[in-house]
Structures are given as C-alpha cells and as structure tokens.
C-alpha cells in the first residue's frame, strides 16, 4: 500500500484539529522521542478522523494539496533531523 509515502503528521504544538490535504496518511502524535505508535489513519469517505491515541482530530481540506495547516505539523521521517535543526534557527 501507500503507507510508506502516506505523509506524516503530528500535533505537537497541541491544536485541537490539524487541518490535512490528504485523506491517507500517518499520524505520530507528537515529535519523538514523545511520538505514540505510528499508525495509518485512511478518512475514506468521511472528511474527517480522530486519532485514537492522541486524539487529534484531523480535518481533510483538498485545498492544503499534502501540506497542513499549521504547517508545522508536518512531519518527514527522512529529513526530521534536518527540517527540525533549521526550525530551531
Ligand atoms: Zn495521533
């Protein structure tokens, strides 16, 4: 499946809804080491979902195209190191 390439988000900063451009994607809760189990969470025909570990509620909005809003809550398992160093400049 997708889970791979599905984006990632997180709510670290501790909003009560993330909005989201995808409908398919992995939610880690917060950033690690404070990150709950990854798990896929797919809105299928509904345009929204609740995380159930850290219950997140995430609202799609096609308009994001893939992004979030806040932006923050993205986030990119391959390059976290990076995006988070150049956030703490
Ligand atoms: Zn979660």
Same mark, same amino acid.
């Given at each position: ?14 909003? *009560? ?33 609740? %995380?159930?570990?850290c ?12 992004? %979030?809003? *806040?932006?923050e %809550? ?16």
């Amino acid at each position: 499946m997708a889970t791979s390439t599905a984006p990632h988000f997180h709510n670290q900063p501790g909003v *009560p809804q993330v909005r989201v451009g995808a409908k398919e994607f992995m939610c880690i809760g917060a950033l690690p080491p404070l990150d709950h189990p990854h798990i896929f969470i797919d809105m299928g025909a509904d345009a929204d979902a609740i %995380c159930p570990y850290c219950s997140t509620r995430y609202v799609y909005d096609a308009a994001l195209g893939g992004a %979030c809003e *806040p932006a923050e %809550c993205v986030f990119a398992p391959s390059t976290g190191k990076a995006a988070a160093a150049s956030a703490r400049i």
